[in-house]
Every structure is written in structure tokens, then in C-alpha cells.
């Protein structure tokens, strides 16, 4: 049986990159599924604790994240939607997974030594070590990741580019787990890409567009007015080459905008390219300006609408745990007792 898992951080609003990386290919995955397949999609506060923030604001992004998530055309009838504290077996099924993942397989992670670096705004990542002011929490986020995941026994994961050595230990954790107790408890889940697996800060294109980032124009959030989405394209970093081609290594700024038009329009980045390659950066930058914006109005009508429905909400979250912790006690229950742990 096909089980699809996959989550967002209530870190902030979620931006272009959390839109064309996930959500969108969320939904086309909700729409595609067969009468078989269960899809969960969860909002992993659990994690949103590795980058602190006020518990008011922690609140409030949860019920922001999921007003977006629905506007987005995620629909409750056709998937789990719920938060992952509800659920508990997250957290008890975390710590088994920590008693068998080695830290030397954490330390080999990249993405807690970016967030440090942002955090403490240390200049060279080579500057980085375990003693540079790291929480637990931030260095084991891969073994919460990977709870979630087999939690569910999920067989596929839809990610962005910056999940995927995640995904790697998740499978290496799954099958550790396998073999140690000689039963194959843990399916090993794929990663699944979209084409727009990475899309870049807008203000610094050698890094991915980041909810956390300080950087309020390295994004452009899905609830951006027009003028906003204009303003931030218009002060997008790109490069004094002439014309527009596609080039992520030598051109990643405007190969940036070139990837987001494309993914918004359906178009392959070469039809883009043919299309505009005779303009000047702003004439491209007003194009990509237009088909961003044309394309998150209707979004934002129904993100407005439902800002208006909070009891609805609630409703779907609670109804989404209460189904995600039916399977997820039974899945656990299994877990103790391949460990010992059952009476
Ligand atoms: N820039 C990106 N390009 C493509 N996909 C992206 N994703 C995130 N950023 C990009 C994908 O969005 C999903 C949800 O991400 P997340 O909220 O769980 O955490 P994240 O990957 O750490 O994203 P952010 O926006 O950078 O959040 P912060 O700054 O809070 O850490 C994931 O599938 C991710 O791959």
C-alpha cells in the first residue's frame, strides 16, 4: 500500500520555495492518489522549536500554515491534515530511532550547520563545529524527521532538494532498524522531487529561499500584496550579462526567476528562455512580477476567506490528529513490542 507523508514548518509564512518545491506537488499528489493510497501531511511544530520563537507567534503560524495549506487546495477529504504534537508517538518513536542513529551520521548533516550559521552569523561554514553553540534539538531533527516518516510506514516522501540527505539517513535509520531486531518493520520510503526542488534567496541565489531567513526580501511569502512580489523581484540579485539564458551554476540569480516562471506557467525552461531571451533583466523581471502574482491571487482570496473560519480550522486539525493517531498507536504498539517494550 502506497503511504505518502510529508511536512512544513509553522516557522513563518510559507514563501515560493515551500509552494513550488512542496505544496504544489502536494496537491497534485492528493489528486492523483488512488482509493488505496493515504496521504498525511503534517505541521511539524515539533521542529518549529529548533529555531525558538514566541509561543504566541508558534500559535498563530500553526493556524497560518494551515489556512495556506487549504488555500493551496490541500483538501482534508482526500488527506490528514494535523498538527504533530497531537500525536504523540512522533516524540516516543524519536527516541527509539536516537537509540540506534549514530552521531557520527548526524554530524555529516548540512542543514543544522546553515541554520547555525544564520542564527549566530558565523561567516565561513568551515567555522562550524558541534561546540559552536548547537541545542540537541537542532542536531537531532533528522531523527524527528525520520519518526515522522516511519511512524506512518510510509513508503513516499515528497520533498525539496534540501530534505534529501534526510531522507538518506531516514532509510539508513529504517534499515539499521530492520536488521537489529530482524524484522522488517520499516518500509524504506522514497524521496520524491519536482522540478523546482530548489528555488534560491532572491537576495543571496547561492542559498534556497528560507522562511527563517532575517532577510525579509531574500522571499516572497504567498501572502505578499502585488506591489511586494514587484518590489522584491525588481531588488532580486541577478547578474550584468545581457539578455536572459539559463544558467544555474554561472547565472543562478536569473536562472532563479527563470525556474519560477517556468513552474508557475508549465512552460520548460528553454520555451521560457526562447521566449524572453532578447529582453533586459527588468522586462523579464515584470514578466515573472506578472504570472507570480497573477498566479497567487486566487490563493490569497481564499487564504482571506478562510482567515474568517478559525472553527473550521480547528475542526480539520482535530479530526486529522484523531486519524493520524489511530494508526500511528498501532504502528508504535508494533515498535514496542519488536523492542521489548510491550507487557
Ligand atoms: N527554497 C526551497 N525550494 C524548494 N523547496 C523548499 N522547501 C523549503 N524551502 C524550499 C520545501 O518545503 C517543504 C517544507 O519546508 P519546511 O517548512 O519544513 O522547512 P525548511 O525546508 O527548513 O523550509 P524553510 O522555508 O527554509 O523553513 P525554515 O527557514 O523555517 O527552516 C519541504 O519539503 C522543503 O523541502
Keep these: 500500500k502506497r503511504i505518502t507523508f510529508s511536512g512544513i514548518q509553522p516557522t513563518g509564512i510559507p514563501h515560493l520555495g515551500n509552494y513550488l518545491g ?9 489528486n ?8 498525511l501531511y503534517s505541521i511539524v511544530d515539533l521542529h518549529a522549536l529548533t529555531i525558538p520563537k514566541d509561543a504566541k507567534m508558534l500559535q498563530k503560524s ?13 483538501n482534508p477529504k482526500k488527506c490528514l491534515i494535523f498538527e504533530q504534537s497531537k500525536v504523540s508517538a512522533h516524540s516516543e518513536l524519536s527516541w527509539v530511532l536516537n537509540c540506534i542513529t549514530p552521531i557520527g551520521w548526524l554530524s555529516r548533516m548540512t542543514q543544522w550547520k546553515t541554520k547555525i550559521q544564520e542564527q549566530k552569523n558565523i561567516h565561513s561554514i568551515e567555522d562550524i563545529n558541534m ?3 548547537l541545542d540537541l534539538g537542532l542536531f537531532a531533527y533528522p531523527v524527528l524527521q525520520a519518526a515522522d516518516i516511519l511512524l506512518y510506514k510510509s513508503t513516499h516522501v515528497p520533498v525539496g ?7 538518506e539517513l531516514t532509510r539508513n535509520i529504517a534499515e539499521k532498524f530492520n536488521k537489529l531486531y530482524k524484522k522488517s518493520v520499516f518500509p524504506l520510503p522514497q524521496t520524491i522531487l519536482v522540478p523546482a526542488k530548489r528555488i534560491l534567496s532572491l537576495k543571496d541565489p547561492s542559498k534556497k529561499m528560507s522562511k527563517s531567513s532575517p532577510f525579509e526580501f531574500s522571499r516572497i511569502s504567498l501572502t505578499d500584496s502585488p506591489e511586494e512580489i514587484s518590489q522584491k523581484i525588481n531588488r532580486a540579485i541577478t547578474d550584468s550579462q545581457k539578455g536572459i539564458s539559463y544558467s544555474p551554476d554561472t547565472r543562478p540569480g536569473i536562472s532563479n526567476l527563470i525556474t519560477i516562471y517556468s513552474n508557475f506557467t508549465g512552460l520548460t525552461t528553454e520555451q521560457v528562455v526562447n521566449k524572453y531571451k532578447d529582453n533586459d533583466n527588468k522586462m523579464f523581471k515584470d514578466s515573472v512580477t506578472e504570472i507570480v502574482v497573477t498566479h497567487l491571487q486566487p490563493i490569497q482570496k481564499e487564504i482571506e476567506k478562510l482567515k474568517k473560519e478559525e472553527g473550521y480550522i480547528k475542526d480539520v486539525l482535530k479530526d486529522g490528529a484523531n486519524k493520524a493517531n489511530e494508526i500511528a498507536e ?3 504498539k508494533e515498535v514496542y513490542a519488536v523492542i521489548g517494550l510491550c507487557n
Excluded: F, P, R, Y
Design 22 to 30: 512542496a505544496i504544489k506537488n502536494w496537491v497534485s499528489l492528493q
Design 32 to 39: 492523483n492518489k488512488s482509493e488505496s493510497e493515504l496521504i
Design 62 to 74: 500553526k493556524i497560518e500554515t494551515t489556512i495556506i495549506l487549504l488555500a493551496c487546495g490541500i
Design 131 to 133: 561546540s559552536t553553540g
Design 161 to 167: 532538494d534540501d530534505q534529501v540527505q534526510h531522507l
Design 330 to 332: 498501532k504502528n508504535l
